[in-house]
């Protein structure tokens, strides 16, 4: 395990921010997919008799990719697993910092194994570990950075459990970061489901599953919120990804929030997810960015 400042092989991988922009992202095709009783979300699916389609799946990914292509994003991809079908959620097996990756702890048995093709990938491209999660269960969905030195991180009990968000605050709190920890409720899965940094000031926030004192603490850093409703952020509306320079990729689904940001300017990249969606994950759940310009 290499700590320090993210630097290897000349290039300085991590992240300050959820916008600067991003240069590198990390992916997984969904080779393996198929959607598994591990949240609300795809639970509901699964009552409805919901169909799942392969290949319009890979098809859907695929549009994806190119989403970040053309904003000019280098895709990297994790190796599947055929023992790990929500391998494709690519947010919650690590997260980054800008002292290198961290490596978190999966809860559901059948996503535990995605530790071993994260580290896998880590070494193969010199890429530093910063930190392995060992306290319990952590998932990097709820590792939300706010701006650059402030952290929000979720616990639910069910997805990631307060003894790692304890852990990982910290070895944040060591190198200089305000983190605040925010007990949340099983039905909403992870923090990016409801709260997501758009651009240095500007959020899209699910008022109505987000804690007052959040909301208070996010105005108090002078961050103006974009409300997404609950119905939308259920499908994960909120869960989009900053590609920085004005640059969004989000989905089809999301219009009322795709609607606002085109009319603030940004640039929306909006391909059809809702395989990936139904399942209980939405595109920010589908990438981990591993390199981003410091702001």
């Excluded at 300085?12 to 198929?34: I, Q």
């Excluded at 990631?160 to 409720?185: D, N, R, S, Y």
């Excluded at 929306?268 to 390199?291: E, I, K, N, S």
Aim: net charge negative; hydrophobic share 40%; glycine share 8%.
């Amino acid at each position: 395990m290499t700590s320090g400042n993210g630097k290897s092989n000349g290039k300085t991988w991590g992240v300050n921010s959820e916008y600067g922009r991003l240069h590198d992202v990390l992916l997984c095709e969904p080779v393996n997919f198929k959607w598994l009783p591990t949240s609300s979300i795809s639970k509901a699916t699964l009552r409805s008799g919901a169909k799942f389609d392969r290949q319009l799946a890979m098809r859907q990914h695929r549009e994806m990719v190119q989403a970040y292509e053309e904003g000019g994003t280098k895709v990297h991809f994790l190796e599947p697993d055929e023992a790990l079908p929500y391998q494709v959620y690519a947010r919650d097996s690590s997260f980054m910092t800008p002292y290198g990756a961290v490596v978190t702890q999966m809860h559901q048995w059948w996503r535990r194994g995605e530790y071993a093709p994260v580290i896998k990938f880590y070494q193969s491209n010199s890429i530093p570990i910063f930190k392995m999660i060992t306290a319990s269960a952590f998932e990097g969905g709820d590792f939300d950075v706010i701006e650059p030195n402030t952290v929000l991180i979720g616990f639910c009990g069910e997805r990631t459990q307060e003894p790692a968000a304890q852990q990982v605050k910290g070895w944040m709190e060591e190198k200089g970061w305000e983190v605040k920890l925010a007990p949340i409720a099983e039905h909403y899965v992870h923090i990016d489901l409801m709260v997501c940094m758009l651009a240095p000031k500007l959020a899209a926030v699910c008022p109505d599953t987000t804690d007052d004192w959040v909301l208070d603490w996010l105005k108090a850093k002078k961050i103006e919120m974009i409300p997404v409703n609950y119905r939308d952020t259920m499908g994960l509306g909120c869960n989009v990804m900053s590609l920085g320079d004005n640059k969004i990729v989000s989905t089809l689904q999301s219009k009322e929030l795709n609607k606002t940001l085109r009319a603030a300017g940004f640039a929306v990249y909006d391909p059809d997810m809702t395989m990936f969606t139904m399942g209980g994950g939405g595109v920010h759940c589908m990438a981990q960015a591993l390199r981003r310009d410091p702001v």
